[in-house]
């Protein structure tokens, strides 16, 4: 099994809507990290100023980059066949899925939320948000709110989840089918849209 390790920054939370800045790939065969990608994206859209303080990602640093549909082959050939894993894995695997849909690629992955999987394998532990998980882990973040920094810092969620339960608990989830569920941006509070908060 492999698994691609995902984080997107994006100009807000609805994939209909709004475009991903960032985009950033890890690939795992679940023994080492055998793969890394990472881009800035051009939205073709203005970055909220509230959404420039989080990532530090400006207009001006995007004005240059490649459009989503520019890459999108890439990122299919590093996503197709994989396990698609994020932390709230809701929230990046619908605005990529939704991007690639609208660049021509028909492709969907199961899903793996390393949130869920950290609750089964490290229980009590005050939250989940990845800042707070990876202070707890001891996990540094190197870049926190980037697509790189973060899928690192996930990939390695991973690998300590692996190294202390195996592959169980990952077997487990990707058998629980999630209901669909039409809205597809993170609740403002919620445990879940921690991550795409100010939490560090």
Not at 73 to 90: D, E, K
Request: proline share 6%; net charge neutral.
């Amino acid at each position: 099994m492999e698994f691609a390790i995902v984080d997107i920054e994006t100009t807000g939370g609805m994939p209909s809507t709004h475009g991903i800045t960032e985009i950033a790939i890890v690939i795992h065969n679940g023994i080492e990290v055998t793969g890394k990608y990472s881009t800035l994206v051009n939205p073709m859209q203005k970055i909220p100023p509230f959404i420039v303080g989080m990532t530090g990602i400006s207009d001006e640093m995007v004005a240059q980059a490649p459009l989503f549909e520019e890459v999108a082959p890439q990122i299919y050939n590093l996503l197709n066949g994989r396990v698609f894993v994020a932390h709230n894995v809701s929230f990046d695997y619908s605005f990529v899925h939704f991007h690639m849909d609208r660049a021509g690629f028909n492709w969907s992955a199961p899903k793996l939320c390393t949130i869920k999987l950290s609750r089964k394998v490290f229980p009590g532990l005050a939250k989940y948000g990845l800042g707070s998980l990876t202070r707890d882990l001891g996990i540094r973040i190197q870049g926190r709110h980037r697509a790189w920094g973060d899928a690192q810092a996930t990939a390695e969620v991973l690998s300590l989840a692996i190294e202390k339960q195996g592959m169980h608990p990952i077997h487990s989830l990707l058998a629980k089918k999630e209901p669909y569920k039409k809205k597809t941006s993170t609740k403002p509070g919620s445990e879940e849209a921690s991550e795409k908060s100010s939490e560090d």
